[in-house]
T-cell receptor, first 112, second 110 residues
Framework: ELKVEQNPLFLSMQEGKNYTIYCNYSTTSDRLYWYRQDPGKSLESLFVLLSNGAVKQEGRLMASLDTKARLSTLHITAAVHDLSATYFCAVEMSNAGNMLTFGGGTRLMVKP | DGGITQSPKYLFRKEGQNVTLSCEQNLNHDAMYWYRQDPGQGLRLIYYSQIVNDFQKGDIAEGYSVSREKKESFPLTVTSAQKNPTAFYLC?????????FGPGTRLTVT
């Protein structure tokens, strides 16, 4: 059974600071996704990581994937208040109907 | 305007009633999915379908049923057998490289 764990579960940080969210998973995977969710809203796709060593960046967010360590990171650079949201990683296994298994989420609060 | 629509946005039902949540997509995706989200938690897979007239149970299928008669549509019925139906329900459809999520339906059962 695939397990996906995120940490921390909750993160409060000041604007301008850097921080990293970690996503560990338990079995070999084909793809890893990062999503953002604002309160009461649906999920917004941030990144899809397809292979070992993949790195993607968009604005102040950068995601990376190490398939050997079964670890993905979401790095936040110089945080701003608008980044406050809950961030989820999700792991896909192609031999299981491309189903996604989600981590529990990291609730990020950026204080001005 | 392509995307996934879910209706209604909010739904209130009495305990013991079945209720059907709608999900439609015009992205021409073969695969569609239903997830459930409880407050402060991640998403859990209820059912998925990779092709018309075929679907499989996810991790928490008990008390739910689905149909896939058309490529564009994947309705979810929450039956009275579901013990804790109050939740946020998200539908998704997928290509080989991404899953796109609908806006969600918030179901409250009292």
């Amino acid at each position: 059974e695939l397990k996906v764990e995120q940490n921390p579960l909750f993160l409060s940080m000041q604007e301008g600071k850097n921080y990293t969210i970690y996503c560990n998973y338990s079995t070999t995977s084909d793809r890893l996704y990062w999503y953002r969710q604002d309160p009461g809203k649906s999920l917004e796709s941030l990144f899809v990581l397809l292979s070992n060593g993949a790195v993607k960046q968009e604005g102040r967010l950068m995601a990376s994937l190490d398939t050997k360590a079964r670890l993905s990171t979401l790095h936040i650079t110089a945080a701003v208040h608008d980044l406050s949201a809950t961030y989820f990683c999700a792991v896909e296994m192609s031999n299981a109907g491309n189903m996604l298994t989600f981590g529990g989420g990291t609730r990020l609060m950026v204080k001005p | 305007d392509g995307g996934i629509t879910q209706s209604p946005k909010y739904l209130f039902r009495k305990e013991g009633q079945n209720v059907t949540l709608s999900c439609e997509q015009n992205l021409n995706h073969d695969a569609m999915y239903w997830y459930r989200q409880d407050p402060g938690q991640g998403l859990r897979l209820i059912y998925y379908s990779q092709i018309v007239n075929d679907f499989q149970k996810g991790d928490i299928a008990e008390g739910y049923s689905v149909s896939r008669e058309k490529k564009e549509s994947f309705p979810l019925t929450v039956t009275s057998a579901q013990k804790n139906p109050t939740a946020f329900y998200l539908c998704a459809s997928g290509s080989w490289y991404e899953q796109y999520f609908g806006p969600g339906t918030r179901l409250t059962v009292t």
